[in-house]
């Protein structure tokens, strides 16, 4: 499937659409500069299909790309911000500025994909505005369904809940042939064995939050490598959840 990256971050869910489920990326929008260098770095290494990079997704919006990828989308992903809805912060809704919700609606409405699959926290769905996101998905002519699955749950050693939102064009017939490839799962490898340096952490399902940790003397540079890692998703959760939600 086509897949348009919204809010792409660090590639964690990339890896899972492209690594574990096989499909094909022919766009990214993400505003981080440092993102962007992950993303660009990953291309060239060959671990993503190249395809162009968007910044701020009201550019997207406003200078004719989101309109350029009308009927080419198979499924849009976006892991649009959680500040405005975690429970860590002061919870604003669409008081935040940082809310994008209205953007990646718009997005769908303009691309009309098949299927959207979002991401987030799972505050968002004891949070007013979860009215208003569910109501402008109907509104737009698209079933949803969600879950909420963590790290956990898919052998990481910690939790990271996430609520994920699989969102189907309501005049489409789903197609079991849509998700026919299955899904590579790696076996999950003991944590806490042999770990002598992060190259071995980097061949575990996931790296978990204890053992990495800003340094004393930490820069701007590790503060990006932070902050990326905080927006990032892990492959593995990715993929259950939308193993469980699109072909239930």
Known sequence: MNELSLFTGGLGGVLATHCLMGWRQIGYV???????KIIAQ??????????????DIRAFINDGFAASYSGMV?????????????VAG????ENDPRNLWPETIECIRIIRPHYAFMENVPGLLAHPYARRIFGDLAESGYD?????????????PHKRDRVFIFIADANRE???????????????????ENIRSLTDLLSRPAIPVPLIRRMADGGSGSMAIHKALGNGQVPRVVATAWELLAND
């Open 144 to 156: 949803v369904r969600w879950c909420v699955l963590s790290a956990a749950e898919v052998g990481a």
């Open 30 to 36: 993400e505003i981080d500069k440092y993102c962007q």
């Open 74 to 86: 198979d499924v849009i992903t976006a892991g649009f911000p959680c500040q405005p809805f975690s």
């Open 174 to 192: 789903w197609r079991q042939r849509d998700f026919q490839k299955k899904i590579f799962w790696k076996s999950a490898l003991p944590w806490g």
């Open 90 to 93: 002061k919870q604003l809704g």
């Open 42 to 55: 990953r291309i060239k290494d060959g671990l993503i299909p190249e395809a162009p990079i968007f910044g």
